[in-house]
Nanobody
Framework: QVQVEESGGGLVQAGGSLRLSCIVS????????MGWFRQAPGKEREFVAR???????QYADSVSGRFIISRTNSESAVYLQMNNLKPEDTAVYYC????????????WGQGTQVTVSS
């Protein structure tokens, strides 16, 4: 059974940084994509970033240049380093695993709250 678990959310002031972590268990991650999505109150879930098995990355325009996605296959983990955070980054952030596109994924975590105060 695949389990996806995020951690690292919290409250931060605008301009600050946070690092999200996600651990996948129950499946080898080496040959699959991993990614991050987010959902703000009253809005639909949106794509944030993804990383391919070979390490190729893709970002939403809204976070490009501020967020960095990385992965460690030996630890079955994916990370999201978020810098220069803005109030509009406030959302629940979800880790995604296996077949990850800009709109969907096979497996999801339960989400971690990120709140950016102005």
């Amino acid at each position: 059974q695949v389990q996806v678990e995020e951690s690292g959310g919290g409250l931060v002031q605008a301009g600050g940084s946070l690092r999200l972590s996600c651990i996948v268990s129950g499946r080898t991650v080496r040959t699959y994509s991993m990614g991050w999505f987010r959902q703000a109150p009253g809005k639909e879930r949106e794509f944030v970033a993804r990383i391919s098995p070979s390490g190729v990355t893709q970002y939403a325009d809204s976070v490009s240049g501020r967020f960095i996605i990385s992965r460690t296959n030996s630890e079955s983990a994916v990370y999201l380093q978020m810098n220069n955070l803005k109030p509009e980054d406030t959302a629940v952030y979800y880790c995604a695993f296996k077949t990850v596109t800009e709109s969907t994924a096979d497996y999801w975590g339960q989400g971690t709250q990120v709140t950016v105060s102005s």
